[in-house]
C-alpha cells in the first residue's frame, strides 16, 4: 500500500559530459552515458530509495527505453502504473554537463504528453491509500490537474513541483496544492503569472519578511523555495495548516544545505521533492525536519552523475543529517 503517489514523467537521459558548454556552432567532444530518468520518476526513486512506500503512474511508448524504465523501476521496489502508448516514442532528454556540474537539458516528452487524464481515473482507487501525492509540470498538465484532484478527493497531502517551466501551466492547478517546490527561476515565472508583475532576479536576496510575502501572493498555504547552494526558503500561510502538518501559520524560514562535492546538479530538484514527500511521511507532517531531510537527499544527490540513479539511499542520509544537529 504506497504512502506516496508521484504522478509525472519518465524520460530516458541521454547524457554528454563535456568540459565546457559548446557554443553556437561549435562542436565538442565528450562522454556520453545514458540512464532512466525523468522529473516523475527521479523522484519516485528518490522516495522510495529513502524506506517510502511509493507509487508511480506515468506514460511510456512501445520502445527500448520503456523497458530501462520498467526494469530500473522493478529493481528499486518502485511500484508502477503505466499508460503505454502504441507507435509513440517515450519520453527523451539530452543533457550536457559541464565540469563544475552545470547543465543544460532539452526534453522531448513523446508519451508523458499523451498521459490521460482517464489512465489517471483508471488508478483512482489507489488514491485512496496515499498520504501524499506529488506531481510535476513535465507531462500532460489535464492529467496532472486530474491526480492532484483525486489525491484532493482522498485527502492526501498535495505537492506540486512547479517544473519545468510551462508555457501551457494554468495557475488555477495552484488552488489544488497543498505544497509548491519551486526554484527561485520557477518562483518569478509562476508569480509573474498570478499577479502580472515581473520579478528582480535577485529577488530571493531579499529579506524573509520581503521573501514571505511574495511567496504569499500566489495563493499557496506551503511555498518551498529551492535555491541551489543557498540551501531553501519556506513560507506558510496564516492559520491552521492542513492535514498534519506542523508549523505554526506565518511561518518562514531559509534552510541551508549540506557541504557537498558537486559533479552534477541535474537531478538536485527532483531528489529534493521526493525527498520532501518521504520526509512528510517519515517525520508525520514535520515540514522543517522533513526540509532537513530533503536537503540531504539533494545534496547527496549532486555528488554523482546521472538522475534517478544518482538519488541517495536512507543509510546514506542517515550519516549526514548530523549536520542538521
Not at 35 to 51: C, D, E, H, L
Not at 57 to 73: K, N, P, Q, T, Y
Not at 154 to 178: K, Q, R, V, W, Y
Not at 292 to 303: D, I, N, P, R, T
Request: aromatic fraction near 8%.
Amino acid at each position: 500500500m504506497p504512502d506516496i503517489i508521484v504522478v509525472g514523467s519518465f524520460v530516458q537521459d541521454l547524457a554528454f559530459n563535456t568540459p565546457t558548454f559548446p557554443k553556437v556552432g561549435e562542436t565538442r567532444i565528450g562522454v556520453f552515458a545514458q540512464g532512466p530518468g525523468g522529473k516523475g520518476f527521479n523522484q519516485a526513486i528518490a522516495s522510495v530509495r529513502v524506506g517510502a512506500e511509493t507509487l508511480f503512474i506515468g506514460a511510456l511508448g512501445d520502445d527500448v527505453f520503456s523497458d530501462s524504465a520498467r526494469m530500473f523501476a522493478k529493481s528499486e521496489g518502485l511500484e508502477t502504473e503505466f499508460e503505454t502508448m502504441e507507435g509513440i516514442s517515450s519520453g527523451a532528454a539530452s543533457i550536457i554537463v559541464d565540469e563544475v556540474g552545470d547543465n543544460q537539458i532539452v526534453v522531448a516528452l513523446g508519451a508523458n504528453g499523451l498521459l490521460s487524464p482517464e489512465w489517471i481515473d483508471r488508478c483512482e482507487g489507489r488514491f485512496r491509500e496515499a498520504k501524499v501525492v506529488l506531481c510535476q509540470l513535465e507531462a500532460n498538465l489535464p492529467a496532472m490537474q486530474r491526480a492532484l484532484e483525486q489525491g484532493r478527493k482522498a485527502d492526501a497531502l498535495t505537492i506540486l513541483n512547479l517544473a519545468p517551466i510551462n508555457d501551457s501551466f494554468d495557475p488555477a492547478m495552484l488552488d489544488l496544492a497543498t505544497v509548491v517546490t519551486p526554484n527561485e527561476t520557477e518562483f518569478a515565472y509562476t508569480y509573474e503569472k498570478v499577479t502580472g508583475i515581473r520579478l528582480q532576479a535577485d529577488f530571493f536576496r531579499s529579506s524573509d519578511a520581503e521573501l514571505h510575502a511574495l511567496c504569499r501572493e500566489i495563493g499557496v498555504p506551503v511555498v518551498v523555495i529551492t535555491l541551489g547552494d543557498d540551501g531553501s526558503f519556506i513560507s506558510v500561510a496564516d492559520g491552521a495548516l492542513p492535514g498534519n502538518l506542523s508549523l505554526p501559520g506565518g511561518f518562514c524560514r531559509r534552510f541551508q544545505c549540506i557541504e557537498v562535492q558537486v559533479k552534477d546538479t541535474t537531478g538536485a530538484g527532483d531528489a529534493f521533492s521526493g525527498g520532501l514527500a518521504a520526509g512528510i511521511v517519515r517525520y508525520d507532517g514535520d515540514l522543517a525536519k522533513a526540509i532537513e531531510f530533503a536537503s540531504v537527499v539533494a545534496g547527496l544527490c549532486v555528488e554523482k552523475e546521472g538522475t534517478a540513479p544518482s538519488m541517495p539511499r536512507l543509510q546514506e542520509v542517515g550519516e549526514r543529517l548530523t549536520q542538521f544537529e
